[in-house]
């Protein structure tokens, strides 16, 4: 009978949704069992459906590990407590996921420099409590860096496979329902741009559109004034408050198509960072979990089928994607994706 190889997931930093993902695939696997090592933060943002999870921070988690035979300890966010990251990687055979290619580039002195152009008092406490001088060093000592859009992998990068497809009913709305996931703000999103598309539809069908995200600000008051002018026909939803796990699953399902404005660049740390070619938005894991067709701007590169870009008539486009079937299981069941990852891991602990 083959061994279970063991390993542990750390994510005491900023990952919540990345956590879920790696334990929801994980759950049922017969040949690795996982210890996962979480935060009280992510902790109250993670449903552990009964596996191990473990309370920690950066003043435990070395300890923790200490007496603990891991084949691999995934590290699942290095974005502080680099001190910390920097000892696990020095005494444990690790992985660590990589968020944002362009800052683990950064020189020492790039990392000074970058703590007086934004969130100063912040960044003076990485540096001296933190270690983030020692940020490049955390990612040189792992033996292995995982990204998690297939887009990004290269010689360096090996792609994690995380994001799988789960069972749902296809949605029978009246409306066309289009949902734009994420946090309603102009800094990684063009809500502007979504606003002047909608003030200028003229749809013969009904739509619905659904801003599945916290909306505050300019952005919040935009919202308000559109609501009140839009015909009859088109009708918006938004939040003013935090969305809840519950809600935005719901939404989800609900949507016919996704409507994702990305950016095409936005900064991490001071430094420049590229949607799809040095940073994976979060969307594209959306689309993947809730097996929904997404239109993506027009500049935006990629290889995926059920990723479109957006097109001048976007109101044919929406209709005929509601239209359009398309099988996200065969690809991005369960089953398909945890083989994948099953035989990356094989891998990474074979090393």
């Not at 003076?124 to 033996?143: D, I, Q, T």
């Amino acid at each position: 009978m083959p061994t279970v190889k063991r390993i542990a997931y750390i994510e005491i930093d900023t990952h919540a949704e990345i956590a879920q993902a790696f334990l929801e695939i994980m759950k049922g696997s017969a040949s690795f069992s996982v210890d996962y090592y979480f935060s009280e933060k992510i902790k109250s943002q993670v449903d552990d459906h009964g596996e191990p999870v473990f309370s920690s921070d950066s003043s435990v988690i070395l300890e923790q590990l200490k007496d603990k035979k891991y084949d691999l300890v995934v590290i699942g966010t290095v974005h502080r407590f680099f001190n910390t990251f920097q000892a696990i990687v020095a005494r444990h055979h690790a992985a660590v996921i990589v968020h944002n290619l362009n800052f683990i580039k950064a020189s020492g002195a790039g990392l000074v420099r970058s703590i007086f152009k934004k969130d100063r008092m912040y960044r003076m406490k990485l540096l001296w409590k933190e270690g983030l001088l020692g940020a490049p060093e955390v990612y040189r000592g792992a033996e292995n860096l995982l990204v998690l859009d297939e887009a990004l992998v290269s010689e360096k990068f090996r792609f994690l496979p995380l994001f799988f497809t789960q069972p749902g009913i296809v949605p029978e709305n009246k409306s066309v329902t289009v949902v734009i996931p994420g946090g309603v703000s102009q800094q990684r999103r063009d809500y502007r741009h979504i606003f002047t598309v909608i003030r200028m539809l003229k749809p013969e069908k009904p739509y619905h559109f659904i801003f599945l995200g916290k909306a505050q600000g300019n952005e919040l008051r935009e919202l308000e004034t559109l609501s009140q002018e839009l015909p009859h026909h088109i009708r918006i939803t938004y939040f003013s408050k935090r969305v809840s796990s519950g809600e935005f699953t719901a939404r989800m399902q609900e949507a016919d198509v996704l409507w994702c404005p990305i950016q095409e660049k936005t900064e991490f740390f001071s430094r420049q960072e590229i949607y799809g070619k040095t940073k994976m938005t979060g969307n594209l894991g959306d689309a993947i979990k809730f097996g929904k067709w997404a239109v993506f701007p027009a500049n935006y590169q990629s290889g995926l089928d059920f990723i479109v870009l957006e097109q001048k008539d976007i109101i044919s486009q929406f209709e005929r994607l509601k239209d359009t079937p398309y099988d996200f299981q065969k690809q991005y069941g369960k089953p398909a994706v945890q083989a994948k990852l099953e035989r990356l891991l094989e891998e990474l602990t074979a090393i």
